[in-house]
């Protein structure tokens, strides 16, 4: 069974490390920067590649230090990332981060994260997050590749017709779910072979 609670962070608010500058990385600091532009990245490594600088053209705020890792290098943030081809690296970035209770994923080793970095679906502002409890990245992968064929371009538009339906409510907290829960029922049954492909 998943236990995992999800949540979806604000991340222009938090200070985020990345260990790692090759290959995985990059795949780790594209993908966060993908999802959540505006997140307050640094990247650590002795070594950074080319695809990373890159990403500063459009994500100004984004830090690279080109030095190996100290463990005091890891003081100020709130989350991180170990994101190395090295797995005693990544074992010393998570045991100094645990030892200042930041929450840190490590790279292909679930035993030693705190969060998962899993598929994300966005369709303007829906974002579905999909986990497999750390198990099959690949799976969580073809499920977002499901979903964004599936989910219409169009939902952008439905969630702001919605948000308008919901502002003009009158009523109490109890009336205006109820209301919007009919709405949104109804609204699906009439959309879902149309729409959903289903």
């Known amino acids: 069974m998943n236990t995992l609670y999800p ?14 500058g090759g290959n995985v990385g990059t795949e780790k600091v ?3 920067l993908k999802n959540s532009p505006s997140a307050q990245v640094t990247v650590l490594a002795k070594e950074v ?6 990403l500063r053209s459009n994500h100004p705020q984004l ?23 090295d797995t005693t690296l990544n074992l010393l970035v998570a045991q100094e981060a645990k030892k200042q209770k930041i929450l840190v994923n490590v790279a292909d080793t679930p ?6 970095l899993g598929g994300v679906v966005t369709k303007g ?16 992968k073809r499920l977002r590749q499901m979903f964004e064929e599936i989910i219409p371009d ?10 308008q339906i919901r502002n003009q409510l009158k009523g109490d907290f109890e009336y205006k779910v109820k209301a919007m829960e009919e709405i949104t029922k109804n609204w699906l049954k009439d959309n879902n072979k149309s729409n959903l492909g289903s």
């Open 7 to 20: 949540i979806f962070l604000k991340t222009a608010s938090l200070r985020i490390l990345i260990v790692g």
């Open 30 to 32: 594209s993908f966060l």
């Open 49 to 54: 590649s080319e695809e990373i600088y890159a």
């Open 63 to 85: 830090t690279i230090i080109e030095k190996p890792f100290t463990p005091e290098d890891i003081n100020g943030y709130q989350l991180c990332i170990a994101g190395t081809a």
């Open 111 to 116: 035993e030693l994260c705190d969060f998962y």
């Open 125 to 140: 502002d829906l974002k579905i997050a999909i986990s497999t409890n750390g198990k099959s990245p690949t799976l969580a």
């Open 154 to 163: 169009s939902m952008e538009q439905i969630i702001n017709d919605l948000q």
